[in-house]
């Protein structure tokens, strides 16, 4: 049977995973992977953002803080390939 192939979703979900392995015995070990993706993210963000980079990271910040079933539809749709998120 062949192997399913993740989207990138699922292939940073399952680093998260990986690194909690690494991380399982130290204190907050989820929020300092969460802290280390986060950095990850604002850097490329940062870099390949443009001037508008900052606009780009609130819009996101605003969805998970405001309208949280749309961020879960958002985070939905990029497990399944789906960009189907208005």
């Known amino acids: 049977m062949p192997e ?7 292939q940073v979900e ?11 015995r130290g204190d ?3 929020l300092r ?3 280390k993706l986060m950095l990850v993210a604002l850097n490329q963000f940062q870099q390949w953002g443009g001037q508008d980079w900052k606009s780009l990271v ?3 910040v605003e969805i ?3 309208d949280p079933e ?7 749709s ?3 390939g789906l960009r189907k998120y208005k």
């Open 4 to 10: 399913k192939i993740q989207t990138p979703m699922e």
């Open 14 to 24: 399952q680093l998260c995973e990986e690194l909690r392995v690494h991380y399982e």
């Open 28 to 30: 907050e070990s989820e």
């Open 33 to 35: 992977i969460a802290a």
């Open 58 to 60: 609130q819009e996101y």
């Open 64 to 66: 998970a803080l405001n």
């Open 70 to 76: 749309k961020f879960e539809r958002i985070l939905q």
């Open 78 to 80: 990029n497990r399944s």
